[in-house]
């Protein structure tokens, strides 16, 4: 907008608005043409002004209307008298002017053309096109007189005057002189008379002349005065002219300007429509910004509220707490006097202590003595008790075998309180081995003695009870070998094994056997020792090893080999061994067994029954402060059912199983027997699995034989060989034990 301002303040040049000037319809800003600056009768040449007195003595029209003119003229009141204030005024105009050039320039005749209105001067000349024709009216009448003068009648001037004062007291002189006679007309030979009316009116019409001359001269110069206000008003004219030409251009590049202003204005307006429709958005989202500023700023108000309380609140609490800190610095103060007094008590304390920890310290080297004494005596009694002991177990009715008598072992007796002794007794037609009723019949009683009778009521941690000193021989260094040993379904697996792994009452040796292990592996940390355990799991099947706790695909084959020195060491090839580091570890070990068993048992009917199981636990203790080191080794053995050959009834593969392991058991038998007499040759090697235990039942061992029993009344000849097969191996000594040590 400054743009468009600019150009307009500065068309006047005085920083002001220019005024409107006024538009004409046609070309009425163009000036008339200056006029021709016609020169005054007194600079017209001499010749001229005698034309014009020759003219006028002529009588043509067109001279005698130029001397009427100036004769009417000249008599300026009589010419007044004959015109309108008007028409005088008009004489001065630049029209009237233009009149009086044209009969000084042009003396013939030439109709006198009015100027156009739109070409008459500015209104400020007052000159207008009503003036104009004011003029030719008051020239017209002149004309009209001198025609008459010249049709030859008595001089116009003079008939003319008879309408005047002035010229009627002209006329007089003439007619009084001519007519001498009192206005008589002189006679045409009278030349002298005319002559001198001619002269007299020639006089007359000089003088005339003359004041016509004076005021045309006077009128040319007011003539020449308004040419130049006429030029000056044309140069006027032309420069407002091109002011407003100027102006013009100028409104037409303002025009322009403002155009293109207006369509910047309007691409601004559109960019502004733009961004404030953006800004309405825009305010739009910052209101909801707002609002939710607004809220949040409610929330952290209220929340501030709430501090603020909580602060209070605390104050108040600090207040009490304060006056509490203050109570409390008094109490502090005299605690620290009584912590000063302690402080000396226990410094003097600390002294004893000191005194006391070093009785202790021999109190614990004496206790580690005691310990050690504690092991030797320990093994004495074991020793004592034989290095083969023979626990008998009878299992309780199940199910339909409790039909018909209430559950109750009739044949079956434990009279001594003890718990050493089982009696069997025949009852009825019991079909019976009639060699064995011979070598221990008391009548129908048969009478066996072990080292611990279990009852059918008895339970598994009764059981684990009287193995658990042999479990820490193991931990002590010593190898043990526990057997199950009995006819099959007399409960060798319940015992080794146990029931329902859901039943924790129902566990078996093996797992009871491990959390002892790890119980003990932990009390013997504290006393400086640790321990690794190694386990191995295999059955022997129709005298054929085979790993239980491999991946079950593998067909390695599997040989026993005696390694270390003296070839004490009996280890067996492509085992899997595994760290057991958890009690809990062996659950697992014992669950993938029994999978690998099952596997075995689609190839072979009831196959885990027709092979021995071998659970063996390798333990490597170190005692840090002591020094010492002991390797025992603790065999879980769940042998093959004992059946003799002539009671199964067995064919087939059932006989070749039978055989094997009666092979086996007897093998084991013989070796017991060769070991408790001492024979110099123990026939370990006859069957593997005498071979893979010959560590484990030599004087360097200490042996378990549980002989189960079936309660049932129809195994009674299948118990009555156990029995008696358990009571050799019971009566064999098979030397001391001796601790191996690293
Ligand atoms: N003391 C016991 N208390 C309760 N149930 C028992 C006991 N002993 C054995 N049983 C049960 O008797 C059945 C046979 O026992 P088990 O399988 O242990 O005999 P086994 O001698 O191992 O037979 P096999 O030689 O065929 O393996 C099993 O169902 C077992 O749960």
Not at 137 to 158: E, F, H, L
Not at 253 to 280: A, V
Not at 337 to 353: A, F
Not at 370 to 377: I, N
Request: proline residues 3%; charged residues 25%; glycine residues 8%.
């Amino acid at each position: 907008m400054s743009q468009l301002k600019r150009p307009l303040a500065t068309l006047n040049g005085t920083g002001s608005r220019l005024p409107r000037l006024p538009v004409p319809k046609s070309s009425s800003l163009r000036m008339p043409v200056p006029l021709k600056r016609t020169r005054s009768p007194d600079e017209l040449p001499s010749e001229k002004r005698i034309c014009l007195e020759n003219r006028s003595s002529t009588g043509s029209n067109s001279s005698s209307c130029s001397v009427s003119s100036v004769s009417s003229q000249k008599s300026g009141s009589n010419l007044r008298s004959q015109t309108s204030g008007s028409s005088l005024r008009s004489q001065t105009s630049g029209s009237n002017l233009r009149a009086n050039k044209y009969v000084l320039n042009k003396p013939k005749a030439v109709p006198v053309k009015p100027q156009p209105a739109t070409r008459a001067a500015p209104s400020r000349t007052g000159l207008t096109r009503s003036n104009s024709v004011v003029v030719k009216s008051a020239i017209k009448p002149v004309v009209t007189r001198t025609t008459m003068v010249s049709r030859g009648g008595p001089p116009a001037s003079t008939r003319n005057r008879t309408t005047g004062s002035s010229g009627q007291q002209a006329q007089k002189a003439p007619e009084s002189s001519v007519g001498g006679g009192g206005g008589k007309k002189r006679q045409a030979w009278d030349l002298k008379g005319r002559l001198q009316d001619m002269e007299l009116i020639l006089r007359e019409q000089k003088s005339s002349s003359s004041d016509l001359m004076m005021q045309l001269q006077s009128n040319n110069n007011r003539i020449f005065s308004l040419e130049n206000q006429n030029s000056h008003l044309s140069g006027t004219v032309a420069q407002k002219e091109q002011v407003a030409t100027a102006a013009s251009e100028e409104i037409s590049f303002l025009k322009k300007q403002i155009r293109e202003e207006e369509e910047k204005f309007d691409g601004i307006r559109r960019k502004l429509q733009g961004e404030i429709s953006d800004l309405t958005f825009l305010k739009e989202t910052l209101d909801r910004q707002k609002q939710q500023l607004d809220g949040e700023v409610t929330a952290a108000n209220a929340e501030i509220n709430g501090l603020k309380t909580t602060v209070a609140q605390m104050t108040s609490a600090q207040a009490g707490m304060s006056a509490e800190l203050e109570a409390t610095k008094v109490s502090l103060e005299a605690a620290m006097r009584e912590g000063r007094q302690k402080d000396e008590e226990i410094r003097r304390l600390k002294g004893v202590v000191r005194s006391q920890e070093e009785t202790i310290e021999d109190f614990n080297a004496k206790f580690r003595e005691h310990e050690t004494a504690r092991r030797k005596l320990h093994n004495t009694i074991q020793e004592l008790k034989g290095n083969i002991r023979v626990f008998c177990r009878v299992r309780p009715l199940l199910g339909d075998e409790c039909l018909g008598n209430n559950g109750d072992v009739q044949h079956m007796n434990f009279p001594d309180v003890d718990q050493k002794v089982l009696e069997l007794e025949k009852i009825g037609d019991m079909a019976m081995n009639e060699s064995c009723l011979a070598a221990s019949r008391r009548g129908n009683k048969f009478e066996f003695s072990f080292d611990r009778v279990f009852q059918p009521s008895s339970s598994q941690a009764e059981v684990f009870e009287e193995i658990s000193q042999l479990i820490q021989s193991a931990l002590d260094g010593y190898n043990v070998c526990i057997f199950a040993y009995g006819q099959t379904g007399s409960g060798k697996t319940y015992t080794m094994e146990g029931g329902s792994v859901n039943d924790p009452e129902s566990q078996g040796m093996i797992p009871r056997a491990v959390v002892q292990i790890f119980e003990s592996i932990k009390e013997m940390e504290a006393k400086g020792w640790k321990y690794n355990m190694e386990a191995s799991f295999l059955e022997i099947y129709n005298e054929t090893i085979r790993d239980l706790l491999g991946n079950g695909k593998d067909e390695l084959k599997h040989e026993i080999k005696l390694t270390g020195m003296g070839s004490n060491d009996v280890i067996v090839t492509n085992l899997t061994l595994v760290t057991v580091e958890t009690d809990t570890q062996i659950t697992s070990l014992l669950k993938k067994a029994s999978h690998n068993r099952a596997v075995a048992e689609t190839k072979c009917n009831e196959h885990s029954s027709r092979s021995h199981s071998v659970l063996r636990l390798k333990l490597t203790g170190e005692n840090s402060l002591s020094g010492e080191a002991c390797v025992g080794t603790l065999n879980l053995v769940d042998l093959a059912g004992s059946e003799r050959l002539k009671e199964s009834g067995s064919e087939g593969q059932r006989l070749k199983e039978t055989l094997s392991i009666n092979k086996s058991l007897s093998t084991l038998g013989n070796v017991i027997m060769a070991l408790g007499n001492k024979d110099n040759h123990i026939p370990y090697r006859n069957s593997k699995l005498t071979y893979l235990l010959q560590n484990s039942l030599g004087g360097n061992s200490k042996t378990l034989m549980f002989v189960n029993a079936s309660p049932k009344e129809e195994c009674f000849q299948e118990t009555l060989n156990s029995l008696r097969f358990a009571t050799k191996v019971n009566q064999c000594n098979i030397g001391t034990a001796q601790k191996k040590s690293k």
